[in-house]
Each structure stands twice: as C-alpha cells, then as structure tokens.
C-alpha cells in the first residue's frame, strides 16, 4: 500500500507497533509523540501524510486540541484523521466524529482491523480528492465540454453512492432511489431540468457521512441502541465535510447535512425550522424516509402502502414540508401497483 500515514501517540510502545504494522505493509510511516510536535511537524512538511493516526489521550495537547489545531492548517485540514483511543464509551466517539475524525480504533490494535480501516478511509479520501479536482478542471473547459463533463460527474457521484450503499448492507440502492424520488418531487414542484438534475446528485449523495461510521453501528441487527443512535447522528456533520472541498458545486453539502432536519425544528444536526432549511433538504427528508419506510431492514419487511401513505400524511408540516409532502402523498395515490418501492 503506497500510504504516507503520520502517528500521533505519546506511548512509545503504540508509535512501535504502529510503525511494525504499517511499514510491513510496505507504508511510509512518521512517528510524532506530542501533538504539539504533529503541528510543527505539518507546518514545516511540504508535502501532506494520505492519513493521520491520532492519539485521543496525550499530555499538555490531547487528541481534540489536536485535531483542532491541524484543522487551522490549510493544507493539513483535508487530511482524514482516525482517533487511537483505549476508551470505550459512546461520548469520546461522538466527540470525535463531531470534530470531523473519520474513524475511531481501539488500542491495543487488531493489525488487520487497522490495516482495512486505513485502507477503506485513505481510499474515500482520494476518490473525494480526484472528484473535486475532476470537478475543477473540467468546469475550466470550454462550453463544448459542458455535457462530458456532467456525465464524468454523475458517474463519479453513481459510483461514490454505490460505496456508500455498500457499505450497509440492509439499504441496497438507498441513494440512488432517494435520488430519484427527489428529482420526481422537484419536478412535480415546477423546479427547472438543471434544477433537477442538481436535486438528483445531491440527493445521490445525502447519507456519503455514513462512511465514517463504524461498520458495526452501520450493519446491526436491529434497532439501534441510545449510545449508537448518538454515533450515527454524528453522519450529517461527517458528509459536510466529505463534500465541502467541491467548491465548484457546493449546493452539494445542503444534502449531506441537512436531510435529518425537520420542519417543526425538532431535527438534527443544527435544529432548523421550516423555510430555513435549505429547500433541497427539504426536497430529500420526504423522499429518504419514503425510502425507509418501503425498503427492507434487519427487523421488519417493506411497510404496506397504505401505512406509509398514513406517516407521510401524519408527518405533513411536522416533520416534513406540507408542499413536498403534499407532492409524495399524490405519487403515492397515483401508485395503484405499489411499484415505488425496493425491490
């Protein structure tokens, strides 16, 4: 694995196994043990590590202090940070996630857990930074390559939303059909084919946050516990972050971190109400939990149509817009066959 991962430990023995680990791996391996040492470390690089390992509990600069000031560091702030910690609690992961880390790893390490999360993680990240430089040079093209350049990005947003239905293996094809009932709805609501086509890629890319959550929250039979259901909340502020860096779209993150908001204002992760939520998001809540509500889970089959029909209703000016709500409840009553649904 051709990977520059920086380690961030102030036990000696961990920077050791870290080092023994990954350099078998054929990695290039840099060892700090302060976080202050990790700032001077990055300040000074001229070029950046493709991953940073980061201890959660150091003297004098802990792993969050840590975090926070690489993230002052232009070029060091894209870097994907997985936190080390020996903790086993719900609220140091929350925080975590929260303050942008992409994973967290128990210590000691299990060398195979470690290698596959660096893999999964450094991986998201190059595909998000081709994605953003494809994005760049192709919108510095002439006008003739304007319809090229729309079909290499939906292909990579088809392909990241693959990844991310992949990943949890109870929603297969989650994205790409909330996707598509977001597009429906938009255009139902008089909204222009760009307009669309824009709801279709961010729709596509509303849930990209679940790839920093761990695989075990992600694919639990069953519900999800208080302490898990905090973890995976942490996903809206996780996607912002994926996708902040495509500077040329960034309607883009309006999904991603919005699309778990509720009209009534009891939604998460910022609390918005009504019109403040941007209107995409809006668009998307409808259309993910019809999504839900006709897919599969671990626990229970495809709901019948006439209750889901009886939640969107109930969730009229509540949970979700009256006018997108209103929009979902006419396809619905125009699906005689109950066709929209997973199949």
């Not at 990977?3 to 350099?23: G, R």
């Not at 998201?124 to 494809?134: C, I, K, P, T, V």
């Not at 429906?184 to 890319?205: C, H, K, P, T, V």
């Not at 939520?277 to 998307?284: L, M, Q, T, V, W």
Request: charged fraction near 30%; aromatic fraction near 6%; proline fraction near 4%.
């Amino acid at each position: 694995m051709n990977y520059w991962i920086l380690v961030i430990d102030d036990d000696a023995a961990n920077l050791k196994m870290a080092n023994n680990i990954l350099s078998a791996e054929g990695m290039r391996v840099s060892c700090v043990k302060s976080g202050e040492a990790a700032v001077k470390f990055l300040q000074s690089s001229i070029a950046v590590p493709d991953l940073i390992l980061l201890d959660v509990h150091m003297p004098v600069m802990d792993g969050f202090q840590t975090l926070a000031e690489i993230n002052k560091i232009a070029d060091a702030s894209v870097i994907p940070v997985i936190f080390l910690t020996a903790d086993d609690d719900s609220d140091t992961e929350t925080r975590g996630l929260k303050a942008g880390a992409m994973d967290f790893i128990k210590k000691p390490f299990n060398p195979e857990v470690l290698l596959l999360r660096i893999k999964h993680i450094v991986e998201l990240s190059r595909l998000q930074a081709d994605l953003a430089f494809e994005v760049e040079q192709k919108t510095l093209e002439l006008t003739a390559q304007n319809i090229k350049l729309e079909k290499i990005s939906m292909q990579i947003c088809m392909a990241l939303s693959g990844a991310i239905d992949a990943k949890d293996k109870y929603t297969n094809g989650h994205s790409a059909r909330v996707a598509d009932y977001s597009r429906m709805i938009a255009a139902r609501a008089g909204f222009s084919r760009e307009e669309q086509d824009n709801i279709y890629m961010i729709g596509l890319l509303h849930d990209v946050g679940k790839i920093g959550i761990p695989d075990a929250i992600i694919n639990k039979p069953g519900k999800l516990d208080p302490e898990e259901r905090a973890v995976i909340m942490a996903h809206p502020v996780m996607g912002e972050k994926i996708l902040k860096l495509i500077e040329e779209f960034p309607r883009l993150v309006t999904g991603a971190r919005f699309h778990h908001e509720r009209y009534d204002g009891r939604g998460y992760p910022d609390g918005l109400a009504g019109e403040n939520i941007p209107i995409e998001a809006r668009i998307i809540a409808v259309a993910d939990a019809y999504d839900a509500m006709t897919s599969r889970r671990s626990y229970r089959d495809v709901l019948p149509q006439d209750q889901v029909r009886q939640e969107v209703a109930e969730g009229r000016g509540v949970q979700f817009d009256p006018k997108f709500a209103d929009i979902m409840l006419d396809m619905i009553d125009e699906d005689k066959d109950y066709h929209m649904r997973e199949k």
